[in-house]
């Protein structure tokens, strides 16, 4: 039995999806128990538990035999470093004891020792803190999420304007939900020898002015690139409704990713490219 965590969320759903195609019996983690659950296979269970309570979701976790990890974005209306820190200590409570064989976690690409770096250092004391369990432990370092640009889709449509805090040139590896899924449940099934750390990313590397000309084609309507300079990064998450903590956590988050940047000479390659990604938004809606 598999245990996915964060399982109606874009990448642990998408494990569930790949897990569940492969025939493989799943227990799909969700902490809202009013959460429309989109699994129609009757090889998937759905379990309520919250990463608040960790002797809670360690039950559910002694269900199963190997678990996908990942640790839930906090409200950026909050001080999000305190609470998503938390979490990553309950999520490595909840495997303490857990008898599992073997689990896969969720980081990111840039993960790194710090304080205030956002998903930089809180996924980097996750990583820490699993490779000091005796559960074997494999890590996928996830590029920048493709489902990142979503949130902009109806502005776009409206204004052609994409607005990007990275240079428009700037190539970075960005990946997709589907495929960050597929590779995630590959290392589920493959053998307690297949941990450590490993980069997923899309098919290329792709730059804001990629994304735009993305939008273009299928939107049809010119999009153009808009770059907020960096002097101006804590406001423009203010205006997006972070709190004060947030948005100083999440601008130093992307000046670091900006200014070391993580380019790995080895990943795992994906197959959606970003034209692919955003039909499939446009489609579903």
Known sequence: MFIILGATGHVGSEVVNALAGAGQPVIAVTHDPHHPTPWRSPGVEVAIADLNDPAALRIVLRRGRRAFLLNPPAAVTGDTDRIERQTV?????????????????????????????????????????LERQPIPSAINRAGFYMSNWAAQLDDVRRTGQLMSMFPADLRLPMVAPRDLGEAAARRLLSGLDDTGIQYVEGPTRYSADDVAVALEKVLDRPVRVVVTPREQWEAAYRRQGFSPAAAASYARMTGVAMDALDLPDESIRGQVTLEAYFRGLVGRG
């Open 89 to 129: 200590a309950n999520l490595l409570e909840a495997v303490r004891g857990s008898g599992l064989e073997k689990v896969v976690a969720e980081s990111t690409g840039g993960a790194r020792q710090g304080e205030r770096l956002g998903d930089l250092n809180v996924l980097w004391e996750l990583e820490q803190g």
